[in-house]
């Protein structure tokens, strides 16, 4: 099974995966995988982000995984006005 994974905002894996053109990661699982797995297989450097998968945001973290899914994942961000 097939997973494509975009990092936002400085999220760095510190493990190597391939790469497309646009280097989001394409992770291959053996086997049936939760979200909350698949994140921690990555061994991000930052904490926490925002889950977001096929485009939804999500609060569930154990949902699992099917071919052909895309992750993304951003750090929060914070901003203002400044007068």
């Known amino acids: 099974m097939k997973v ?3 990092l936002f905002g400085g999220l760095i894996s510190d493990k190597e995966f391939p790469k497309n053109e ?11 995988s939760s979200v909350s797995q698949l994140i921690d297989a990555l061994s991000l450097n930052k904490k926490p982000f925002i889950v977001v998968l096929n485009g939804i945001i999500l609060n569930d973290l154990s ?14 961000i914070a901003g203002g006005l400044i007068i």
Do not use: M, Q
């Open 63 to 76: 949902l699992h995984l099917k071919d052909g899914d895309e992750l993304s994942l951003f750090p929060p």
């Open 4 to 6: 494509t994974v975009k």
């Open 22 to 32: 646009h280097g989001d990661l394409f992770v291959e699982l053996i086997s049936e």
